[in-house]
């Protein structure tokens, strides 16, 4: 089973710039579909980014088209998620995850729900 750890995050103004890490163990990487997610204080958490493993497939939500994108490096078992331009709605903690199934260019998985092998989150703070 893979284990993920997410890093990365941190405090940072508005107009700023992160750049996280997630570090898969436990199995390779370029075997599983990963989703970065985010939940704020009071909301559900929402997908922000998802990259497939079969064919390198991105797909962001609109909050976040333009300004976040996510890569990996099958060498260093790792996804990232580049966030540019951050504004204060952006603040959450930041997670994560493996698609349960595999994505077969049809439907981009969005919830949550479709996901396991969650990492413990890393907090995203903009300050405005």
């Known amino acids: 089973e893979v284990r993920l750890v997410e890093s990365g995050g941190g405090l940072v103004q508005a107009g700023g710039s992160l750049r996280l890490s997630c570090v898969a163990s436990g199995s390779a990487f370029d075997a599983y579909d990963v989703g970065w997610f985010r939940q704020a204080p009071g909301k559900e958490r929402e997908v922000v980014s998802f990259i497939s493993g079969r064919d390198g497939t991105t797909f962001y939500p609109d909050s976040v088209k333009g300004r976040f994108t996510i890569s990996s490096d099958d060498a260093k078992n790792t996804v990232y998620l580049q966030m540019n331009a951050l504004q204060s709605e952006d603040t959450a903690v930041y997670y994560c995850?493996?698609?349960?199934?595999?994505?077969?260019?049809?439907?981009?998985?969005?919830?949550?729900?479709?996901?396991?092998?969650w990492g413990q989150g890393t907090q995203v703070t903009v300050s405005s």
């Open positions: 995850a493996t698609h349960r199934l595999a994505y077969l260019g049809l439907v981009i998985p969005t919830h949550p729900d479709e996901y396991d092998n």
